[in-house]
Nanobody, 114 residues
Framework: EVQLVESGGGLVQPGGSLRLSCAAS????????VSWVRQAPGKGLEWVST????????YYDDSVKGRFTISRDNAKNTLFLEMNSLKPEDTGVYYC???????WGQGTQVTVSS
């Protein structure tokens, strides 16, 4: 059974940082690209970033480019999202997802507010 479990969300002031983690199980983690997708309050899903299975290729939405860094540890079956210079518009639920296979985690809440 595929499982994706996010953690690391919380309340942070504008300009602050957070590091999200996603623990994966039930599939060969290194074979698949994995993504972060977020949903702001009252809005639709927004793709944030994707990393290839080998970790060598990364992709970002323009809204987070230069502030967020996606990475993975294939030995530990874990995906990360380092978020710096956070803005109030980054507030939302962040999901780890295997988009091609249609698997999603339960999400972790990120709130950026003073």
């Amino acid at each position: 059974e595929v499982q994706l479990v996010e953690s690391g969300g919380g309340l942070v002031q504008p300009g602050g940082s957070l590091r999200l983690s996603c623990a994966a199980s039930g599939f060969t983690f290194s074979y698949y690209g994995v993504s972060w997708v977020r949903q702001a309050p009252g809005k639709g899903l927004e793709w944030v970033s994707t990393i290839s299975g080998d970790g060598f290729s990364t992709y970002y939405d323009d809204s987070v480019k230069g502030r967020f860094t996606i990475s993975r540890d294939n030995a530990k079956n874990t995906l990360f999202l380092e978020m710096n210079s956070l803005k109030p518009e980054d507030t939302g639920v962040y999901y780890c997802a295997l988009l091609r296979m249609g698997y999603w985690g339960q999400g972790t809440q990120v709130t950026v507010s003073s």
